[in-house]
């Protein structure tokens, strides 16, 4: 079945430790993005990439990175200087860059706590 | 900035009601409005507005976009408790780069 995948489901960090969240998807994709999830504050974007080797920040971007290496994958690194990193982490994507955005596609997202 | 401001916050009715949702935004060349249910983990499509399609429906949800009020409702008649979720809307501009601006979303809870 067509869709995206987001690993690990649940994830606990250590203070000063980096970690990185998998994001695969099948759909053939141009657009993916990766959103932040906090209690009552909606979706809010961190990074978003149109075209393979390329990448956008979005609007909280700082203490987060990624790569697009491969048009189906679109990991996200939460660095160590990323101040309050625990929360939701939901990947997504769209169809066609340069066209309306249209429906986004979530992964089931990732749940990351720092203890 | 582009801006999305969804209300209420959050809503408890009982089955069989009907509710509205309400989203609001502020948003430079404005092309769509889109929403989203988020039961557990992963937000699912409803529908989307453009100022060539402003009213939708899909069974008993129906959403309405009012371009000169810069918003859109989102009714949900004969409510269930599977119907019970976080509605979330979003806005896309034009020139956005495939950028979408999301709402606070509203928590929904419906009580058999």
């Known amino acids: 079945d067509g869709g995206i995948t987001q690993s690990p489901k649940y994830l606990f960090r250590k203070e000063g430790q980096n970690v990185t969240l998998s994001c695969e998807q099948n759909?053939?994709?141009?657009?993916m993005y990766w959103y932040r999830q906090d209690p009552g504050q909606g979706l809010r974007l961190i990074y978003y990439s149109q075209i393979v080797n390329d990448f956008q920040k979005g609007d909280i971007a700082e203490g987060y990175s990624v790569s697009r290496e491969k048009k189906e994958s679109f990991p996200l690194t939460v660095t160590s200087a990323q101040k309050n990193p625990t929360a939701f982490y939901l990947c997504?994507?769209?169809?066609?860059?340069?066209?309306?955005?249209?429906?986004?596609?979530f992964g089931e997202g990732s749940r990351l706590t720092v203890l | 900035e582009d801006k999305v401001v969804q209300s209420p916050l959050s809503l408890v009715v009982h089955e069989g009601d009907t509710v509205t949702l309400n989203c609001s935004y502020e948003?430079?060349?404005?092309?769509?409005l889109l929403w989203y249910k988020q039961e557990k983990k992963a937000p699912t499509f409803l529908f989307m507005l453009t100022s060539s399609g402003i009213e939708k429906k899909s069974g008993r949800l129906s959403s309405i976009l009012d371009k000169k009020e810069l918003s859109s409702i989102l009714n949900i008649t004969a409510t269930q408790t599977g119907d019970s979720a976080i509605y979330l809307c979003a806005v896309e501009a034009w020139n956005a780069g495939n950028m979408l601006t999301f709402g606070g979303g509203t928590r929904l809870m419906v009580k058999p």
């Open positions: 997504a994507s769209s169809e066609a860059a340069g066209r309306g955005t249209g429906e986004l596609f």
């Open positions: 948003v430079t060349n404005f092309r769509s």
């Open positions: 759909l053939n994709h141009d657009v």
